[in-house]
């Protein structure tokens, strides 16, 4: 089964699959093919928003809807705040106008809002405080957002907070206000403003409307105004006051519900006058060093919910699990593979669109789909690998288990691209895998094995867990040497190669004199074989050298005595001629059986 063509924006921008609509447009996740990045498309639906038009004046409202929206793209990629998403590109493709903006990791506030909801007040407050933030910017230039919804809100792994759909706001001054067209129905009821539902007529105000639609949501659970229809909930926004939220929930703090009717206020006038004005009110109810009080909390585990607090508890802070185990060679060693390795954390799959939205083959049909990897592994679309490979191997394993070889392949092409691309954390879970079904199949020592386990090291190592990454090197040079020894393996690259990366972790990791013997030991076996001018040969004397500085002015770890004879270790450089000290034509030979 083939799959169907995937549209490409603009030439570059390659559209995966749907993520959102509404109506002023489609959001699609899409691939800069250029920059293989991953992008969020937003599609302007022209014909939904001339709709109604005569006919001779289509042509005159589409150049006049053109202009409008390249010049708010415009406006919002000169903003710059950690609060909003960067904006990459903007044209019009096929008669459809189109924005290219930063696809970012997280959760919709509103699918937050439905998991855990009514939220604790640290958390809305957080939420609110963080979006002011980002209005102070946004109507700075000055813009109204007209949109701040639940959906339009995302909030990142970290806890930071993001306003998304920037690209239908409206500039405010005087050349941009003549670009806007009346009776298009901009914002969604629950969260739109009397003055917005009468009239259209908008200012930062409306957006502080909103936000204080949002705040009574995330506290109550529900929305200040609820009707069966839309133009009930209108209705509401214009001539209902909404109940207080200590009638709902008694335990929110009165400041913060005092705040909440205040910025849903009817008149414009009597609500706060900026969001500079809300965050200075809501800066006593925040956590952490905003408020003076110490953020005792430790930041949320891997994969819970994100919590918005943790901005203000722990700025700074980095994610969870980032930099994974201490570093160092101290402490009991990890064993080299797991008896049951870990499952590997996956991050949430995007939403799949409908069918026929997606430029995939149908997922049920797997070997299709996999066809599909290879095609983009050998069109180095390396990002979209990660994405498919990601979402069908728990399909391609629940219909034909891990040791499947259409699995294997899968798993092993979709560690090997995360690898590629450095992302060490994904990719380790699922050597780990590769390397017990292949363990399992041909013994501890098979190839295979021994290949994925390598692998796993290299990024055990890049991720700082040096003792855990020096135990699984050591175990892998004992290894090949067995299958050196069987004659099980002719080749002893692998063997060096591991003794120089055990050398450069042990340097690393201050052991300064360990390191120098692994290193000079593995030049004694390479030289006499490569010669003096080797690349290889070379590099290891700069590593020696290196170490022969420090020996010389740094701190001098004494060597431990062994009980075999070895080599002798030479004197450093001589200063006045640049040169290595002979050694014997005859080289020692190293002995794994001393490390």
């Known amino acids: 089964m083939s799959a169907p063509q995937a549209r490409v924006i603009g030439g570059r921008y390659r559209l995966a699959e749907k993520i959102g609509h509404g109506g002023m447009g489609q959001v699609w996740a899409g691939y800069d093919e250029r920059l293989d990045r991953r992008v969020a498309v937003k599609l302007l639906r022209t014909d939904a928003l001339l709709a109604g038009e005569g006919t001779s004046q289509i042509e005159q409202r589409r150049a006049e809807l053109r202009r409008r929206f390249l010049r708010e793209c415009r406006i919002t990629a ?37 998991e855990q909801a009514p939220f604790p007040v640290p958390w809305a407050v957080a939420v609110a405080a963080q979006i002011c933030t980002a209005l102070s910017v946004v109507h700075a230039v000055p813009v109204v957002h007209r949109d701040l919804k639940p959906s339009n809100v995302m909030v990142r792994p970290d806890g930071r ?67 069966a229809t839309a133009l009930g909930v209108l209705r509401c926004q214009v001539d209902e006051a909404p109940v207080p939220l200590r009638q709902l929930r008694p335990g929110v703090p009165a400041g913060l519900e005092a705040l909440v009717l205040d910025l849903l206020a009817k008149p414009p006038a009597a ?72 499952v590997p954390v996956r991050t949430a799959e995007p939403p ?21 990897v290879s095609d983009l592994l050998a069109a180095h679309r390396y990002a979209e690998v990660i994405d498919l490979a990601g979402r069908l191997l728990p399909r391609a394993r629940a219909a034909h288990g ?66 855990e990454a020096l135990a699984e090197y050591r175990a892998l040079l004992a290894d090949h040497t067995a299958r050196l020894t069987q004659g099980q393996d002719v080749d002893p690259s692998r063997c060096f190669d591991l003794r120089e990366r055990i050398g450069l972790l042990l340097a690393g990791s201050g052991e300064s004199g360990e390191a120098w013997d692994w290193l000079l030991a593995l030049l004694f076996d390479r030289e006499p074989r490569l010669g003096p001018h080797h690349p290889d040969v070379l590099r290891l004397r700069q590593h020696l050298d290196q170490l022969s500085h420090h020996r010389r002015t740094g701190p001098q770890p004494p060597l431990q005595p062994r009980s075999q004879p070895q080599p002798p270790v030479p004197q450093p450089l001589d200063p006045r001629t640049g040169s290595w000290p002979s050694y014997p034509a005859q080289a020692p030979t190293w002995n794994p059986q001393q490390r």
């Not at 500039?171 to 009468?198: C, F, K, N």
């Not at 430790?298 to 819970?304: F, I, K, N, T």
């Open 78 to 114: 000169g903003l710059d705040h950690p609060g909003l998403v960067t904006v990459f590109d903007a044209g019009e493709d096929a008669g459809e106008l189109y924005l290219v903006m930063q696809r970012l990791p997280g959760i919709g506030l509103g699918d937050l809002i439905a």
């Open 161 to 227: 907070v993001v306003l998304l759909d920037l690209g239908i706001a409206t500039a405010l001054d005087g050349e941009h206000t003549r670009l806007t067209m009346t009776g298009v129905p901009i914002g969604s009821p629950s969260y739109m403003a009397p003055e917005q539902a009468l009239s259209g007529a908008v200012d930062a105000r409306s957006d502080l409307y909103a936000l204080g639609c949002l705040l009574h949501e995330m506290l109550a659970g529900q929305e200040p105004f609820r009707a």
């Open 352 to 372: 799949a669109g409908p069918v026929g939205q997606t430029g995939y083959a149908d997922p049920g049909d797997l070997v299709a789909a996999c066809g599909q």
């Open 402 to 467: 891990d040791r499947a070889p259409l699995v294997r392949t899968l798993r092993t092409i979709y560690a090997r691209t995360l690898l590629q691309e450095g992302q060490y954390r994904a990719a380790l879970p699922e050597y780990q895998l590769l390397a017990a079904g292949a363990a399992a199949d041909g013994g501890p020592r098979d190839p295979q094995a021994l290949d994925h386990r390598r692998k796993a090291a290299a990024c055990l190592e890049q991720l700082g867990r040096t003792a």
């Open 271 to 342: 609500r706060p006058p900026d969001a500079q004005a809300v965050f200075q009110r809501l800066r006593p109810l925040l956590p952490g060093a905003w408020a003076g009080v110490a953020a005792d909390e430790p930041p949320a585990a891997y994969g819970s919910p994100p919590d918005p607090t943790g901005p203000f508890r722990h700025p700074h802070q980095p994610l969870p699990g980032g930099a994974g185990g201490a570093s160092g060679v101290s402490g009991a060693a990890a064993p080299p593979v797991p008896v049951t390795p870990p």
